[in-house]
């Protein structure tokens, strides 16, 4: 079945440390994304990627870094620069270029030790 | 940018009843997203709406362009209908990425 997979499912962070977050997708679809959510919130825009070797920052990029080598996979660095990364980080991917349904993946809780 | 707004913020109903979720918009779209977040986090798409009403199993979803305001309704609730709803819509800054409400918890129970 085709679908996007995250992991891992749970990551602790070391201050200092970077971690990596894996988003793989067998969907086909050209766009993914990442978000993160916040108790209480709407979910965010950290980065976007329309198309391979292109990505864009979206509204809270800060302390994140992406890269788009694969169609199928956009792996999130969480950064040391990052000085409040504990949250739930969802991927998705969608056909693009026009509005389509997302899919989602099941999301990585990323905390601090 | 678009803002969102959803109401209620939280939900309760016995099993059985008819559920009401609001949206509210502030910049005209050409589609919503409706979704449901299940305890562990995933993320389903539900509907995705540009006009009118869609229709699937015990759900509604009806969206009114002119006045920016869509609802998403459960007939006969189940407590298995317990969930997160969250309403999208296009962040036309951003490419094809979603503006999301905060999301209304519902909670059925038996």
């Known amino acids: 079945d085709g679908g996007i997979t995250q992991s891992p499912k749970y990551l602790f962070r070391k201050e200092g440390q970077n971690v990596t977050l894996s988003c793989e997708q067998n969907?086909?679809?050209?766009?993914m994304y990442w978000y993160r959510q916040d108790p209480g919130q709407g979910l965010r825009l950290i980065y976007y990627?329309?198309?391979?070797?292109?990505?864009q920052k979206g509204d809270i990029a800060e302390g994140y870094s992406v890269s788009r080598e694969k169609k199928e996979s956009f792996p999130l660095t969480v950064t040391s620069a990052q000085k409040n990364p504990t949250a739930f980080y969802l991927c998705?991917?969608?056909?693009?270029?026009?509005?389509?349904?997302?899919?989602f993946g099941d999301g990585t809780r990323l905390s601090i030790l | 940018k678009n803002e969102v707004e959803q109401s209620p913020q939280n939900l309760t109903a016995q099993e059985g009843e008819f559920i009401t979720i609001n949206c509210s918009y502030s910049?005209?779209?050409?589609?919503l997203h409706w979704l449901q977040q299940h305890p562990g986090g995933g993320i389903v798409s539900l509907f995705m709406?540009?006009?009118g009403k869609k229709k699937h199993g015990r759900l509604i979803a009806t969206i009114n362009i002119q006045e920016k305001h869509s609802s998403l309704h459960i007939t006969a609730s189940h407590p298995r209908d317990s969930a997160v709803y969250i309403c999208?819509?296009?962040?036309?800054?951003?490419?094809?990425?979603?503006?999301f409400g905060k999301g209304t918890t519902l909670s059925v129970s038996s």
């Open positions: 709406l540009s006009s």
């Open positions: 990627s329309q198309i391979v070797n292109d990505f």
């Open positions: 999208a819509v296009p962040d036309n800054q951003a490419g094809t990425a979603l503006i």
């Open positions: 910049v005209g779209i050409s589609a």
């Open positions: 998705a991917s969608s056909i693009g270029p026009s509005n389509q349904p997302q899919h």
């Open positions: 969907l086909n679809h050209d766009a």
